[in-house]
């Protein structure tokens, strides 16, 4: 998947793709991505690695280690796939500074602040089931569908191997969610 990913993202870049985007109002959607999702990724590649030490067991352990390993490898190829435009636009060198500062993310940046001070399980019923089940098809398939129809193939590309993982990231949500719900005997039948 990497190599895939990378020799992608390297074409794109060797071809000058930035040049072939079809709208130029598409580069904005890129600032707004790379500055109000990919610091996302990070937070909960940390609150994923912070919540992996908080459960006794192997195997909810390893899941969040798993989900985090993910998530900073989400990040990362988010940064590296848009680099490439940081050479030729303004607006996209200090994502992680405007992060803090932009007031149209204090929201979703309120949002992983709670879930990442928070205790592990309510971190996994935020993070793992909330924002991973509902909210990241809701943001990634027209992300990716939008680079896909302005010709950006690297943002496309990441945007599929960051959905493939998806998956996996919903099945840990939902299998927590199940979890804290057999608690109570009154749920079991549910």
Known sequence: EERKLYAIIDAFNQN???LNVTDARYINTVKLFISGISPLEYVAHRGFAHA????PGP???VACLMQSLDEIRH???QVH???NYN???NGMHDFHHMHDRVWFLSVPKSFFDDAITAGPF???VSIGFSF???LTNLLFVPFVSGAAYNGDMGTMTFGFSAQSDEARHMTLGLEVIKFILEQDPDNVPI
């Open 75 to 77: 990040a990362q190829t």
């Open 16 to 18: 000058n793709g930035h």
């Open 122 to 124: 309510e971190f996994m």
């Open 59 to 61: 195997g909810p352990r």
């Open 52 to 55: 992996g030490r908080a459960f």
């Open 87 to 89: 050479k030729y636009y």
């Open 132 to 134: 991973e089940y509902v």
């Open 81 to 83: 796939a848009i680099s």
